[in-house]
């Protein structure tokens, strides 16, 4: 059992440093947070943490490493991802000010345009599973840190705990930025963070595909 936590605490550690690190994810969820607010960056953050389920899967059964050794199918993989990204920056590109600026931190959350809850997981979802990098993220995990022998349900067990961080920390990140205080500092000019997220999300797009 103790070969187990140390492996665990190993997989613990390098969870914390990739999700922490700006990528497809982060820059969502910002623009979700900062587009449509608390209530619908949380839900993002839900689909987020649902699609690690879909790489735990896939690791466990092998694709991972099929995806990674079929040239042809990891480029499919990877411009599938970029034209959705680059789909969701088209949409935070054409933010612009609101018509009626709102004066209180809680008028501003309910003027705020909304998407259904459905859409908003979907998108998190989506950003997360069709993100290459999180496949090799995976792939590395399941073939260089988790032994071989280690017992399926430990693995799941691995997977839920990976899913409920990840979906722990954008919900955070979530909070973070619709407190009254960011948003008041964010304020009428929110919408240029939105932009900043599409440029992001068209320079990460780019990387995929270069």
């Known amino acids: 059992m103790s070969a187990y936590i140390n492996e665990f605490l190993t997989i613990a550690l390098i969870h914390l440093v990739a999700v922490a690190s700006p990528g497809p994810d982060f820059a969502v969820v910002v623009r979700h947070s900062v587009a449509y607010g608390r209530k619908?960056?949380?839900?993002?953050?839900?689909?987020?943490?649902?699609?690690?389920?879909?790489?735990?899967?896939?690791?466990?059964?092998g694709l991972s490493m099929l995806i990674k050794t079929t040239p042809w199918l990891y480029t499919t993989f990877s411009?599938?991802?970029?034209?959705?990204?680059?789909?969701?920056?088209?949409?935070?590109?054409?933010?612009?000010p609101p018509i009626n600026a709102p004066q209180t931190a809680q008028t501003q959350e309910v003027d705020k345009p909304l998407i259904s809850v459905p859409k908003a997981i979907g998108v998190g979802f989506l950003t997360n599973g069709l993100n290459p990098k999180a496949t090799l993220f995976f792939l590395s995990l399941f073939t260089a840190i988790i032994n071989v022998e280690t017992p399926f349900m430990i693995k799941l067990g691995y997977g839920v705990y990976l899913s409920l961080a990840t979906t722990a920390w954008f919900c955070f990140l979530s909070y973070l930025l619709s407190t009254s205080k960011?948003?008041?500092?964010?304020?009428?000019?929110?919408?240029?963070?939105?932009?900043?997220?599409?440029?992001?999300?068209?320079?990460?797009?780019v990387k995929l595909v270069w």
């Open 40 to 61: 619908i960056a949380l839900y993002t953050s839900l689909g987020v943490g649902l699609a690690i389920f879909l790489h735990v899967g896939y690791s466990l059964v």
């Open 79 to 96: 411009y599938a991802a970029a034209g959705y990204l680059i789909y969701l920056a088209i949409g935070a590109l054409r933010s612009g």
């Open 182 to 205: 960011v948003a008041k500092l964010i304020g009428e000019k929110g919408y240029w963070l939105d932009r900043t997220m599409g440029v992001i999300l068209i320079g990460l797009a």
